[in-house]
């Protein structure tokens, strides 16, 4: 059984700061990990995604994410807030080792970025 | 790429009757996946295709829900006898079976409401 838990269900960061999201994740084999974005009433935009090789892994608007085996982690990063990041964001894992490949999710971190 | 489809956006029924959702995927994606997602959640697994056999089923997925893909191509997901508890936004992803390729991609999702 995989599972994802993301710490923290509201960020709120002024704009032009640092924004980080918090993912652990437990999985029984080397995990597939993604960071999805949803803006309200819209389906999930894939921001970033690490199935093996290099641990940082750079993504689209500027997001960043490492994922460190020691640690289950996979954050997500941007050095500088813009309005337009304002939106929920849902860290997800997959299992690489079936064959089916679902999404397990977290329960989401909604980012507000004030001016 | 036209991207994932979904019809209807929004429906709004009352308890008891059956509703249907349709789901277009990216072309030649093979993968098709349907999500639920109620509010203040992550997406959660209902069931995917490959092709046209529907390969799992989550238990989520109780007698009065039932999908289908034909042909192959679009997907369809059945709700009968709605409950009030069915109310939530309703997500098709799609996933090619290409190498290296295990993001998936998803459609802007139907908002279903039972009153």
């Known amino acids: 059984a995989q599972s994802v838990t993301q710490l923290g269900s509201h960020v709120s960061v002024s704009e032009g700061a640092l924004v980080l999201l918090r993912c652990n994740y437990s999985?029984?084999?080397?995990?597939?990990l993604f960071w999805y974005v949803q803006y309200p009433n819209q389906g999930l935009q894939l921001l970033l995604k690490y199935t093996t090789g290099a641990t940082l892994v750079k993504g689209i608007n500027g997001f960043e994410a490492e994922f460190k085996k020691s640690e289950t982690s996979f954050h997500l990063t941007k050095p500088s807030a813009h309005m337009s990041d304002a939106a929920e964001y849902f860290c997800a894992v997959s299992n690489s080792g079936g064959s089916n490949y679902k999404l397990t999710f977290g329960k989401g971190t909604l980012l507000t970025v004030n001016p | 790429d036209t991207g994932v489809s979904q019809d209807p956006r929004h429906k709004i029924t009352k308890r008891g009757q059956n509703v249907t959702f349709r789901c277009d995927p990216i072309s030649e994606h093979n993968r098709l996946y349907w999500y639920r997602q109620t509010l203040g959640q992550g997406p959660e697994f209902l069931t995917y295709f490959q092709n046209e056999a529907q390969l799992e089923k989550s238990r989520l997925l109780s007698d009065r829900f039932s999908a289908e893909r034909p042909k192959g191509s679009f997907s369809t997901l059945e709700i009968q006898r709605t409950e009030q508890g069915d109310s939530a936004m309703y997500l098709c992803a799609s996933r090619s079976l290409a190498p290296s390729s295990y993001e998936q991609y998803f459609g802007p999702g139907t908002r279903l409401t039972v009153t």
């Open positions: 999985s029984s084999v080397p995990p597939y």
